[in-house]
């Protein structure tokens, strides 16, 4: 028999290999040891270039294109580097200050190896691709150097060398290489000064001291940092993370129980004694939080720090279930946490328990609560966290809470701690350290969280930047982008690439043998016109209707064809996919894609061609549908009505023409569909919209701006037709694709949800509502009537709005069939097809159809590639149901500052004239609590919590400044009534009937809105303060 | 997790075992490794290791000899073993033919069937027997260039050597490809990881002895795809590319196998 073993010697190629060898443990805990080769070679460029070897060596790739060299030939010098110098960080420097390497001002030329780069993706994925990026950058000079592969660099672990060592060593033997490589190959001429020094940047004070020995220059990130110019700021951004590692050396009181580990987690789940859930905190309570598990159709609570253990709003948690006697009910106090814990001090850490006094305090009066017997009162399941599957740790926007600055805090650059309250109320302050406390104060600022450990009462964290200055537009509207995560950078010019590169000059092809007429209907003799609200530039779809010679009407709804121009895959597509939606907000659009599609190429401008999708049906008299057909189609749109002048035209007698007649029967088989839809059972919500002129002059009261959406017969017009075409078009794409149309459902809400709702109407109205389907919910609503409160039905329509759960996209594969429907539409099948400008999931859906009726595109093949497969559809269907969920919040958001400016704006003119008196409106009572109510006005659309200190009671002098307003809080008494949802304020020592205010539950209430500067959380937004007047 | 070649290579133009993209393996091999066969081999391939034994050509087994193929030719028979250890995780199952084995037998029996010139041997069979002992990637290219060696120490008569190797795209290749603007490079003979992450294919080919007069008017040998297998999902314009780059590491085993048996004579 022959040896078979390897025989290395006879190859002069062998000795170059080399294997690595690790040990991993799998998911499941199986231990894999894993052998890979390396091959070792000598072609790996510095990538340098001031390097004269290295350019005859350079790889280049199949195409025989060579990868141009990075590191600048004059790099950036520093006090202590005149030369210039090259950057190799380590692990570490990069997992504490990703921030600063992104940072424009600093960090270039720099050297990431691949160690750096295995180790980084072990540590944490979302750091590791923002690096990737980096690279991926020209501006930064990052060069990817693969060390490991280089015969010089390669480095056999010792045998008793720890992993760690081992690539310190790894980081130290590319440096000294470099240093080498450099000296001896710098470009002749260059004189021997210019050769850039090597510096390792390392924060594991064993690798400075052993770099020392080996004369390799290394410096902890911060020693570097302080080097640099505007170092202050600079030094901020390192991570938190590190400092706490370093100084604390044993730990001190613990304040928060461990975790579970990952594998008690995983059991306890499965035996199911433990629950995982989303951390959901209370808008009106930040103590108290409740987690849906799938196992209870209840959410179950959880109150307290103790027991929310270090979980933040939109963590995974992991839960167990506390012993009935600790069940409590769920509060009925409004408890905001800047008034609880606005005395802590962020630097002292050694006196603060985790429940302070105060919050205490808060607490027993619960427990006390809970053995009311009220339905309301009842001791509810209550849970604590025991374990953390994934933090939905993001950045948050907030600002420097003043109060928590030192004193010499505007003078001195030390270094102190200061809180940062988020702008998001369910998000507990954070502590950062800063230099630049006194600049910090009156500034939005973003921050994010690094750690919260088990011995500190907030989480730590560290600023990135700052936005500008509070209350200015700028800064707020960036804010709330960045908080409801909303790209707005400006379109990449690999998206706008993607163009067509006639720009606004583009036209329909005159031809109709042009490719671009390929498969598409001629509708351009049809009577199109528009509606839209008014000073609409992305018309996404437009309408017509003609009676046939059968004595039905045709009828068509034409939507822009948004697919022609956004090809499958390319960067445009890739950008709206993530992009999801357009934002509107109240002075600004963050459009999904360029203007120059939105407003113009795909818009269905009057006037003018444009190709078009078009949805057309045959319909009988009675707007029963004979027949429905789809074609992508070229229309010219004769008009683009507003709501208001479509309305006015159909009204007046005197326009006869066919236009006109056209808009009449559309509006009267919309009157006949919308019947139909009722009769099946469809709701009419209601949610407190209001809308924002802001275009008008600005010498006027600013709030007459603000206006409460009208309903005119145009709009549901419009609405009718969209229905329509979606839900033709849903079946019709879920015909073709089964498993991957892509569909809009809402499901049925849990009856349970609406528990609350239903006993207060019984109690304080003697009212039903019949939950059962949505048929008897629309009819038990219409009858929640109150002949003095016009309003009233409004607000419970709005009340029952919020106990639905919200509508989301899916595709077909994920639900079976009887899922798709859509509640509040009590349509058996939905989906988004008329909005394609501005809705992502539009655009696929016309990807579908088109694909669905065979149309074969320009080229005579039509792609729908990248959409077929469920896995990468089921991607996309989150990723829009999240950007979709986000433009609504930050919408809303906008218009809740904007009304509070407008209301700034209008106190400030009327103080100017001597008193600031608020405005005077009518408000009602939507919830009670303990020591407050929240109040909505319809006017603004904003609800608002009313506290003690803002009752006006008899005989009081009206308006007064906020902080007199707070001292009245303590004098003041409450009796709470849970089960009559009653609340009656008076003065202490005062029990007289005729001095206290009492208010109930749905009670309409007089209330003074004015906008008022708030210390705290507030104060970005100018607390919109609500008195109750009577 | 370590890296991965999608993201990394665009970046450095080095896969994740330091190779650039047209760059084989390790390939080492050994023939005549077991006396006690007619013929057999040892094949490395970076860490795929693969040995080979023939046995025959012989009298095949009554049942199948008389069987429609058996007179005409020798009929090719082909046992493929993955061995428990070959891979990271140990199969506890040893022995019993699982899908992967008996897909690279079938394939293996289709080509040489066809490649051997098995009229010489009527009546009789021809079996190979494929131990794998390692499996690192290319394991169906690495099982064609064993049995190749093992087939030419039994001395059994063949057109030319009959060699394999695989090819990739350096990334997922799910649209048409661009060809102003290639992001992709082919990549040559992939590692198991590779094989795990990207689109890839198994070309064989083969080179026809020029016999008589041809031999002298045709310089140039012309090479023949005999084997071609794709499992992974890729847009079509990309396959020429990953062939001719699959065909080119054909010639290169091909050159070292021919050292290899050159070699062994010598000894």
């Known amino acids: 028999m022959k040896s078979l073993r390897r025989d290395l010697s006879s190859n002069p190629q062998a000795s170059n290999v080399a294997s690595k060898v690790f040990v991993r443990s799998t998911k499941s805990g199986k231990v894999q040891k894993i052998v890979r080769e390396l091959y070792l070679r000598q072609d790996i460029p510095c990538s340098s270039k001031l390097c004269s070897l290295c350019p005859s060596i350079a790889p280049s790739d199949a195409n025989g294109n060579i990868a141009p060299f990075v590191l600048s030939d004059r790099p950036a010098g520093t006090k202590a580097f005149p030369r210039g110098h090259y950057l190799v960080p380590d692990t570490n420097a990069l997992l504490n200050g990703m921030d600063l390497f992104e940072h424009t001002g600093a960090f270039y030329d720099v050297i990431i190896l691949q160690t750096v780069l295995e180790e980084l993706r ?38 008793e060398e720890s992993i760690n060592d081992r690539n310190d060593r790894a980081v130290r033997a590319v440096a000294s290489w470099y240093e080498e490589h450099l000296g001896a190959s710098a470009k002749k001429g260059k004189k021997e000064k210019s050769v850039p020094a090597i510096v390792v940047i390392t924060d594991d004070k064993g690798n400075i001291k052993k770099a020392k020995a080996e004369k390799v220059t290394a410096l902890s990130l911060s020693e570097y940092v302080s080097g640099l110019e505007d170092s202050e700021k600079l030094l901020d951004m390192i991570s938190e993370a590190r400092e706490a590692r370093d100084s604390k050396g044993p730990i001190g009181q613990l304040f928060y129980p461990e975790y579970l580990s990952m594998s008690k987690m995983m059991t306890g789940l499965r035996a199911g004694n433990l629950h995982q859930g989303t951390f959901n905190v209370s808008p009106y309570n930040y103590l108290e939080a409740s987690v849906k598990v799938p196992a209870f159709n209840k959410p179950l609570l959880i109150l307290g720090r103790d027991n929310s253990n270090r979980a933040i709003s939109g963590d995974m948690v992991v839960i167990e279930v506390l012993p009935q006697d600790q069940w409590k009910s769920p509060s009925t106090k409004i408890v905001d946490e800047e008034a609880v814990t606005r005395n802590d001090n962020p630097d002292s850490e050694e006196t603060e328990a985790v429940v302070s006094q105060n919050e205490r305090k808060a607490l027993q009066e619960e427990v006390k609560k809970a053995h009311g017997k009220s339905s309301e009162g009842k001791p509810q399941p209550t849970a604590r966290v025991v374990g953390m599957i994934k933090r939905g740790w993001r950045q948050y926007v907030g600002h420097v809470d003043a109060g928590s600055t030192g004193s010499q805090a505007a003078s001195g650059r030390r270094q102190q701690t200061v809180f940062v309250l988020p702008m998001d109320k369910k998000v507990p302050k954070i502590r950062v350290r800063t230099r630049q406390a006194g600049d910090l104060i009156g500034q939005r600022i973003l921050v994010t969280i690094d750690t919260w450990e088990r011995d500190s009462r907030y989480p730590t964290g560290h600023f990135i930047r700052s936005l500008g200055e509070l209350e200015t537009k700028g800064a707020e509207t960036e804010a709330l982008l960045l908080e409801y995560d909303v790209q707005y950078k400006p379109f990449p010019k690999s998206v706008l690439d993607c163009l067509p590169s006639e720009g606004h000059d583009w036209k329909v092809p005159a031809t109709k043998e042009d490719k671009g007429w390929n498969g598409r209907r001629d509708l351009r003799d049809l009577l199109i016109c528009s509606i839209d609200p008014p000073g609409c530039q992305d018309i996404d779809d437009a309408l017509h209707a003609r009676p046939l010679p059968n004595g039905n009407f045709e009828v068509g709804v034409h939507i822009a064809d948004v697919s022609h121009f956004v090809k499958p895959n390319n960067a445009m597509d890739l950008e709206a996919s993530v992009r999801g939606t357009t934002v509107y907000l109240v002075d600004k659009r963050i459009d999904m894609l360029p203007h120059l599609l939105g407003t113009d190429l795909c818009s269905l401008k009057p006037y003018v061609e444009r190709y078009a999708f078009s949805v057309l049906w045959e319909v009988t008299p009675n707007a029963e549908i004979v027949k429905s057909d789809f074609t992508k189609s070229v229309i010219r749109s004769r008009e683009a009505f507003s709501y208001e002048r479509a309305q006015l035209r159909i009204d007046d007698p005197s326009q006869t023409d066919e236009l006109t007649e056209s808009m009449r029967n559309l509006l009267k088989f919309s009157k006949i569909l919308r019947q139909k839809r009722y009769d099946a059972g469809a709701l009419n919500l209601a949610s407190p919209e209001v809308r924002i002129e802001a275009d008008s002059d600005e010498v006027g009261d600013p709030l007459t701006d603000v206006k409460t959406k009208a309903m005119l017969d145009t709009n549901s017009l419009v609405e009718e037709f969209m229905l329509l075409a979606n839900i033709t078009v849903a079946s019709k794409v879920f015909d073709s694709f089964s498993q991957t149309a892509l569909l809009r459902r809402h499901a049925t809400p849990p009856p349970q949800n609406f528990e609350d709702l239903i006993n207060q109407l019984s109690k304080k109205r003697g009212m039903e509502l019949d939950v059962s389907s949505s048929g008897a919910l629309a009819s038990s609503l219409d009858r929640c009537v109150d002949p003095e409160n016009p309003f ?11 106990c639905m759960t919200s509508a989301e996209y899916f595709c077909a594969g994920a639900h079976a ?136 009671l008899p005989g009081e002098a009206g308006s007064r400044s906020v902080s007199e307003r707070r001292e009245l809080a303590v004098h003041r008494t409450t009796h709470f009534d849970p089960e009559e949802y009653t609340l009656r304020v008076e003065e202490k020592g005062h029990p007289e009937k005729e001095r206290g205010v009492d208010v109930e539950l749905f009670q309409r209430v007089k209330v003074n809105v004015s906008s008022v500067k708030e210390e705290g959380r507030g104060a970005g937004k100018r607390r919109v303060r609500i008195l109750i007047t009577g | 997790m370590p890296l991965d070649t999608s993201t990394t290579y665009p970046l450095t133009r080095l896969r994740l075992d330091g190779r650039r993209w047209n760059e084989l393996r390790l390939l080492q091999a050994q023939i005549s490794t077991n006396p006690a066969s007619s013929g057999s081999s040892y094949l490395s391939m970076g860490n795929t290791a693969i040995m080979c034994s023939v046995h025959g050509p012989a009298e095949g087994r009554r049942g199948e000899a008389s069987g429609a193929a058996g007179s005409a030719g020798a009929i090719v028979e082909v046992d493929v073993n993955v061995a428990g250890f070959a ?52 394991l169906l290219a690495a099982a064609i260039n064993a049995c190749t060696l093992a087939l030419v120490d039994a001395g059994i008569p063949m057109p030319g050597l009959l060699t394999g190797c695989t090819s990739g795209m350096s990334g997922s290749a799910s649209t048409p490809r661009d060809p102003r603007n290639d992001e992709l490079d082919p990549l040559l003979d992939l590692s198991l990881p590779e094989e795990q992450e990207l689109p890839f294919l198994t070309v064989g080919t083969t080179t026809c002895v020029p016999v008589g007069e041809n031999h002298m008017e045709d310089e140039e040998e012309e090479t023949k795809v005999a084997v071609l297998n794709m499992d992974s999902k890729l847009h079509c314009t990309y396959i020429e590319t990953m062939l001719a780059v699959g065909m080119d590491g054909c010639n290169q085993i091909r050159e070292l196998l021919e050292g290899v048996i050159k070699g062994s004579n010598r000894g």
Do not use: W
């Open chain 2, 87 to 138: 891979s990271v995780d140990r199969r506890r199952k040893a022995g019993g033919s699982d899908k992967q084995s008996s897909r690279i037998a079938t394939t293996l029996r289709a080509a040489f069937q066809s490649h051997l010139h098995t009229y010489l041997y009527p009546h009789s069979t021809i079996s190979i027997h494929v131990s794998v002992l390692s499996a690192d990637g290319s």
């Open chain 1, 792 to 802: 009233f039905n409004t607000l419970v329509r709005i009340l029952a709005t919020r």
């Open chain 1, 122 to 159: 072990n540590q944490s994925l979302p750091l590791y691709n923002r690096l990737l990026s980096l690279i991926k950058t020209d501006e930064k000079r990052f060069y990817l150097f693969f060390n490991e592969f280089r015969l010089e660099t390669h480095v056999r672990r010792g045998p």
């Open chain 1, 817 to 952: 069939e009887p899922e798709f429907r859509h509640y509040g539409l009590a349509s058996p099948i939905y989906t988004h097809f008329t909005s394609p400008i501005r809705r992502y999931a539009d655009l696929l859906v016309h990807r579908q159809l088109a694909s669905a009726i065979g149309y074969e595109g320009e080229d005579g093949h039509a792609v729908i590639e990248g959409v077929n497969t469920r896995g990468k559809l089921e991607d996309i269907c989150r990723n829009i149901n999240f950007r979709h969920r986000n433009a609504q919040f930050a919408g809303r958001a906008s218009i809740e500052y904007y009304v509070g400016q407008a209301l700034k704006a209008r106190g400030e003119k009327m103080a100017a004239g001597g008193t600031d008196t608020g405005i005077d409106e009518e408000g009602y009572v939507m919830r009670v609590f303990e020591n407050g109510v929240v109040v909505f006005v319809p006017r603004f659309g904003i609800e608002g919590v009313v506290r003690l200190e803002d009752f006006v």
